[in-house]
């Protein structure tokens, strides 16, 4: 039968490659907002966050991209390498202070060397 | 290493039997909490305490699940007469409480306890 959930989106990039991760939100409310990076066998690890009253926040190598209008978040990734191969999920947070995310389905980065 | 750390890293049990699971988080932090993860899936929120309290429980946390933190420290999860549907991933993280909205939220996640029921 059908394994739900095992197929994961995938994103392919060549080290060096700039790559780009897409996340759909579900709640208009949320107003913070955060990317995981879990590699196999490890838990989640934070990567960066960002706060709805912002479109676009930088870190080492990676920038998220806010677009409440259509509830869309994005991670850059600058010069990808072997290293970031790993699931990335977004993950949502509503007003409230109990910043109990609400995690994404998650894509799987590839980098081939 | 998030200096996070749960034991056992896997468990295999047969139906029915009861299992606890151990989270150590770290030492500083005063928020710890628990999440369930199947494969292909993002983490679901199971608990949270903050120090001993136990502030919040998701739906999704069943009669069979109980979560201490008796100390405010380290906490157990466990699960009795579990079931094949409970086989997954059990996560931990902690954090420190920052003030809403304006501190940062990052949480420490654990290396996860693979749980298999047969």
């Known amino acids: 039968g059908e394994s739900v959930g095992l197929h994961l989106p995938t994103l392919s990039v060549q080290e060096g490659d700039n790559s780009i991760i897409n996340c759909a939100y579900s709640?208009?409310?949320?107003?913070?907002f955060i990317w995981y990076k879990q590699e196999s066998g490890k838990g989640p690890q934070f990567i960066i966050d960002?706060?709805?009253?912002?479109d676009k926040r930088q870190g080492q190598r990676v920038t998220v991209l806010l677009n409440k209008t259509v509830k869309h978040l994005s991670l850059q990734i600058a010069a990808t390498q072997p290293g970031d191969s790993a699931v990335y999920f977004c993950?949502?947070?509503?007003?409230?202070?109990?910043?109990?995310?609400?995690f994404g389905r998650g894509t799987s980065l590839i980098v081939h060397p | 290493d998030t200096g996070v750390s749960q034991d056992p890293r896997h468990k295999i049990t047969k139906r029915g039997q009861n299992v606890t699971f151990r989270c150590d988080p770290i030492?500083?932090?005063?928020?710890l909490y628990w999440y369930r993860q199947t494969l292909g899936q993002g983490p679901e929120f199971l608990t949270y305490?903050?120090?001993?309290?136990?502030?919040?429980k998701s739906r999704l946390l069943s009669d069979r699940f109980s979560a201490e933190r008796p100390k405010g420290s380290f906490s157990t999860l466990e699960i009795q007469r579990t079931e094949q549907g409970d086989s997954a991933m059990y996560l931990c993280?902690?954090?420190?409480?920052?003030?809403?909205?304006?501190?940062?939220?990052?949480?420490?996640f654990g290396p996860g306890t693979r749980l298999t029921v047969t």
């Open positions: 305490f903050q120090n001993e309290a136990q502030l919040e």
């Open positions: 993950a949502e947070n509503t007003p409230g202070g109990s910043y109990i995310p609400t």
């Open positions: 030492s500083e932090h005063n928020r």
């Open positions: 960002i706060r709805s009253n912002m």
């Open positions: 993280a902690s954090s420190l409480r920052g003030d809403y909205p304006n501190a940062a939220h990052e949480q420490y």
């Open positions: 709640n208009s409310a949320s107003d913070y």
